[in-house]
């Protein structure tokens, strides 16, 4: 436990504008996020800046047996983290603006839900657009997108920006209540039906 909240702070020091936040996640707040993953079928759940892994173990909680779960991310520290911790998980290294490709080498076309802990109110409006883009091309009819936003920095102009255009990606945005047992508290947004125009 202790080890992966170093590894985190590490890479976090190492790479602010890709991690862009203080600490992993809470069980909480994972256990919210996860919430759009299947309990039944075989669903393919892919999740986004997995870090250490704190949305992970949550996902494949609900994950049926049958389900696959494969986790994009960009640093090789956190990459090499996740394979040695979290060895069940398929992690890729890769940028999620490749999301389309990426998924394609591995042979997956379109997926059930995508699950994302990526820091998008420190991202360029163009890249935010990108990895959206990609989320809906990827996304099965019926499939869902999850995030979460740090309730404090919500007026911040790249959280604004954020929640604009994930109206203008999909066509239902949904912003839970503020879950307040996670460092910083955070509200989940579970969007559907993505805008592919
Ligand atoms: C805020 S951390 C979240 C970690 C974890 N999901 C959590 O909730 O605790 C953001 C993660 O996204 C990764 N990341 C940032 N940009 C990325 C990109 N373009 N593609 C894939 N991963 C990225 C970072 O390396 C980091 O591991």
């Known amino acids: 436990m202790l080890s992966t909240y170093r590894i985190f702070l590490e890479r976090a020091a190492r790479n602010p504008g890709a991690v862009g936040a203080v600490a992993p996640s809470s069980p909480a707040l994972a256990r919210e996020i996860a919430a759009v993953v299947p309990r039944t079928g075989s669903p393919t759940v892919v999740e986004l800046g997995p870090g250490t892994g704190a949305l992970s173990t949550a996902i494949a909680d609900r994950l049926p047996a049958g389900g696959r779960h494969l986790a994009i991310e960009l640093d090789d520290g956190m990459v090499e983290h996740l394979r ?10 890769g940028d999620a603006s490749q999301l389309g490709a990426l998924l394609a080498d591995a042979g997956v076309h379109q997926v059930d839900a995508v699950v994302s802990g990526l820091p998008w109110s420190i991202f360029p409006g163009k890249l935010q657009h990108e990895i959206l883009r990609e ?11 999850t995030t ?6 919500l007026g911040m102009a790249g959280a604004r920006q954020f929640r604009r255009r994930l109206d203008v990606c999909f066509d239902e945005v949904v912003t839970s209540r503020t879950v307040w047992r996670n460092v910083p508290p955070a509200r989940i947004y579970v969007c559907r039906r993505p805008n592919l125009s």
């Open 84 to 93: 040695g911790e979290l060895p069940w998980l398929d992690v890729i290294q």
């Open 148 to 153: 979460f936003a740090y309730a404090h920095a």
């Open 135 to 145: 989320v809906g091309g990827v996304l099965r009819p019926g499939g869902a997108f």
